[in-house]
């Protein structure tokens, strides 16, 4: 084999090996991008997401609406909390109503696998603060 026909075979198989990791990650997350809209509580190892859910309003828990929101991927408000503990509150415990444009993946998911899916949030539609605990 040439050296040139070895080149082209590595590029082959690394870019095979790149789509397969792609592939496989992607459809981690089924369905369609869809609006979802529900209660999104923070509070330390134990934050969720249960989807039809409004202020003062909870419905009965279903594995298929209560899960696991990715907080990294939502610009939360500002801490209400914050300047009581000199900007910083490792506890802080808040609930926000939340609409946002994404996908879910129905397998247990993040600490423990303790929820029976994962949000993946895409776009934040709204999202105001209900209830926030100092």
């Known amino acids: 084999m040439s050296e040139g026909a070895r080149a082209y075979a590595v590029l082959v198989i690394i870019a095979a090996a790149i789509g397969w990791a792609v592939a ?3 459809s981690q997350f089924v369905g369609p991008r869809r609006e979802y809209s529900g209660v999104y509580r923070l509070a330390f190892e134990s934050s969720s997401f249960l989807e039809g859910a409004k ?3 909870r419905p009965v828990y279903s594995e298929t609406t209560y899960g696991y929101l990715d907080q990294e991927s939502i610009a939360l408000p500002p801490d209400p909390c914050g300047e009581i503990a000199g900007g910083y509150f490792p506890t802080r415990t808040e609930s926000f109503e939340i609409r946002f444009i994404g996908r879910r993946k ?3 998911a993040r600490h423990q696998t303790g929820y029976p899916a994962e949000y993946l949030v895409e776009r934040v539609i709204d999202i105001r603060s209900i209830e926030h605990l100092c």
């Open 24 to 26: 496989l990650s992607s």
């Open 55 to 57: 202020a003062g309003i």
């Open 106 to 108: 129905p397998d247990p």
